[in-house]
């Protein structure tokens, strides 16, 4: 079904991650694929680092091993909301501006 191993922050990964390359820490950061906004801060100009908060109600395809090991196979988001969003760079959410469908410009 989808790919299988480990999320950025150690839980199942299901085929919703993809890497995008190490941390630096030896993980990998993870892409959320299907999320179309882009984010601009219009206090500084940042258009690379956003604190994201989202509400996902999800159903969930839970594969144990004999050994009692849990990988996630397949997930289905059924509703998603984004809650906050808010600038690394500056801090605030204020200034934050949702740029369209996540084309490139």
């Known amino acids: 079904m989808g790919s299988e ?4 922050d150690g839980a199942a990964r299901c085929d919703r991650w993809a890497s995008s390359g190490p941390t630096g820490a030896g993980g ?3 892409t959320i694929a299907g999320v179309g ?7 500084c ?3 690379t680092r956003f604190d994201v908060t989202l509400r996902r109600r999800t159903r969930a395809f839970h594969h144990y091993s004999l050994g009692g090991e849990l990988v996630i196979e397949h997930e ?3 509703a998603e909301e984004v809650e906050d969003v808010a600038c690394r760079w500056c801090g605030t959410g204020r200034g934050v501006e949702q740029l369209g469908d996540g084309t490139s410009r």
């Open 5 to 8: 191993g480990t999320a950025p």
């Open 28 to 30: 990998t950061a993870g």
């Open 37 to 43: 906004a882009r984010y601009r801060c219009s206090a």
């Open 76 to 78: 289905d988001v059924l």
């Open 45 to 47: 100009g940042n258009l």
